[in-house]
């Protein structure tokens, strides 16, 4: 098989998972393929199943009341993770207040088998880009740090260096921070959120 015939059956080969309903139990090829594309199949399904990185991120799903506080004002707020796509991605759906303006926003969060780190994207009404990031969790299990860039269209800045910080201080209460990584080495957080699960 030439190199082009084997690019064109790696990429079909999504569909036709899907279209053979990917026979999880059994993990076999949905089609009957060359010896020398067996060992690449096997690859991409270990990198299509979800494992113990994402049931780590099972503590942040449920129904949260937030406080965000920004420029040391506070507003009240909700929040709701749940399941996307069978365990593989958790998103997340929130609404609040930001500079007196009322808005909502998703995140999604998961973790990329093939890269080997966790990945988030983020998107809300107050804006028409689309902020990523990516991270891993500390020794403690407990701390998710992930780096990213984004626009600040305030002071014209574009793809500003910024770290995201989730902290699970117990099973009902955890805290997102963002910190502005151009303002220096100390005292780099400019927004936090506090998350109190809903009873």
């Known amino acids: 098989m030439n190199r082009t015939a084997l690019v064109t ?18 993990k076999k090829p949905p089609m009957e393929m060359p010896p020398e594309m067996q060992e690449g199949w096997k690859r991409w399904q270990e990198m299509c199943t979800p494992g113990e990185n994402h049931a780590k991120l099972a503590p942040l799903l449920g129904k949260w009341d937030t406080k965000t506080t920004i420029l ?35 995140v ?11 990945v988030v994207s983020f998107v809300d009404s107050f804006s028409t880009t ?8 500390d020794q403690t299990g407990k701390v998710l740090t ?11 800045e574009q793809d500003k260096p910024v770290k995201y910080v989730w902290r699970l201080l117990s099973p ?4 997102f921070e963002v910190h502005d990584l151009a303002i220096g080495e100390t005292n780099t957080k400019v927004i936090e959120v506090e998350y109190t699960r809903k009873k």
């Open 9 to 26: 059956c790696l990429a079909i080969l999504p569909a036709a998972a899907v279209a053979a309903g990917i026979q999880e139990k059994e």
């Open 172 to 175: 009902d209460r955890r805290v």
């Open 130 to 137: 689309m902020n990523t990031a990516a991270g891993a969790w």
């Open 72 to 106: 040391g004002m506070a507003t009240q707020g909700t929040s709701e993770s749940r399941w996307l796509v069978d365990g593989r991605w958790l998103q997340e759906e929130w609404s609040g207040e930001m500079m007196g303006q009322k808005g909502r926003g998703w």
């Open 146 to 156: 992930a780096h990213g860039f984004l626009d600040e269209p305030m002071t014209s």
């Open 108 to 118: 999604t969060l998961g973790y990329d088998n093939f890269k080997k780190k966790y």
